[in-house]
């Protein structure tokens, strides 16, 4: 089973998460402006660390709070504008699906996930996802749960930061390394420099 990553993998959402957090931030006397450079450092982290990461003056559950706004901002930002993908993403996973079962694990939530299969039409061609803030487990567990769920002991997981690494090594599973992506400078051993490049790999 191959498993992909969304931020920096399949797509790329920060101009609308810059649009959603300077909405909200505008809203709040006790918010600072967020700026995009924070916003991009923060694709892929947990809600923890990126509630730390956009609001690091602010009490853990107030900024946990704001960050849920601003999340609800940004799917709906997504429904209403659309977000751009990578390069040949639908030919890819089409492709893809005829000889692998595909999944999708994101820290985000459900509803994340949602708005990129409703964004992109591509529902039919993955098999199942987990949110990971949906169910408060982290995304190594989520990766596990997917597997299991669906009965497969081993797979692949696609992402593009070294907390993708991470959690790939934690749930037992490889790692493929999307250098495309948020950190391009990481140094794995099995990457792809864009998303057609798993065509041409012996999984």
Not at 26 to 49: C, F, H, V
Not at 145 to 151: A, I, P, S, V, Y
């Amino acid at each position: 089973m191959i498993i992909f990553d969304l931020d920096g993998t399949l797509w790329d959402t920060s101009v609308l998460t810059y649009e959603a957090a300077t909405k909200i931030s505008e809203k709040y006397d006790d918010m600072r402006p967020i700026s995009m450079a924070t916003i991009q450092a923060g694709m892929g982290l947990n809600r923890e660390d990126n509630a730390k990461n956009y609001m690091p003056y602010l009490d853990l559950k107030v900024r946990q709070e704001r960050l849920a706004i601003i999340n609800e901002e940004t799917i709906r930002l997504i429904n209403t504008k659309g977000a751009p993908l990578y390069p040949h993403v639908k030919e890819v996973i089409m492709a893809l699906s005829k000889k692998y079962p595909l999944g999708i694990v994101t820290n985000n939530n459900d509803d994340y996930i949602k708005a990129f299969l409703k964004e992109t039409d591509l529902a039919p061609y993955f098999i199942d996802y987990i949110g990971a803030l949906s169910y408060n487990i982290s995304k190594s567990l989520a990766i596990q749960t997917l597997l299991q769920r669906n009965n497969y002991q081993n797979g692949y997981y696609v992402g593009d930061t070294k907390g993708d690494m991470i959690s790939a090594n934690d749930a037992g599973v490889s790692f493929i390394h999307a250098k495309y992506g948020f950190d391009p400078n990481l140094n794995y051993s099995k990457a792809i420099n864009a998303l057609e490049d798993l065509l041409k790999m012996k999984l």
